[in-house]
C-alpha cells in the first residue's frame, strides 16, 4: 500500500475549514476513483462517492506524484 503525504496546505487550511473531511476518505477516493483528470500544474483530480458524506461527490487534489494530497471540497456540479 503506498504511503500518502498531505502538503502543508491541506493541513492548515483544508482541514480547518472543511470539518466534514477525514485525511481517511480523501486516501479512499484516489484509491477508488470513478474518474481522474490531470489538471494545469501537473496536479491530479480524483472523484467517488462517499458514504459519510450521503453519497455526494467528494473530489481529491494530488500532486503530480499522486500520493501527496493538496485539497479536497464538495463538488455538486460534477456529474459521473
Known amino acids: 500500500m503506498p ?3 498531505f ?3 491541506f493541513e492548515n ?3 480547518r475549514k472543511r470539518s ?3 485525511k481517511e476518505m480523501c ?3 484516489v484509491q477508488s476513483a470513478i474518474r481522474s483528470e490531470i489538471q494545469e ?3 491530479y483530480r480524483f472523484w467517488a462517492a462517499v458514504d459519510e458524506l450521503e453519497g455526494r461527490f467528494l473530489p481529491v487534489v494530488t500532486l503530480s506524484d499522486k ?3 493538496h485539497n ?3 463538488d455538486r456540479r460534477f456529474r459521473p
Open 20 to 22: 466534514y473531511l477525514t
Open 7 to 9: 502538503t502543508s496546505y
Open 41 to 43: 500544474q501537473d496536479r
Open 3 to 5: 504511503a500518502y503525504h
Open 13 to 15: 487550511q483544508v482541514m
Open 67 to 69: 500520493l501527496t494530497i
Open 27 to 29: 486516501i479512499r477516493v
Open 72 to 74: 479536497a471540497f464538495l
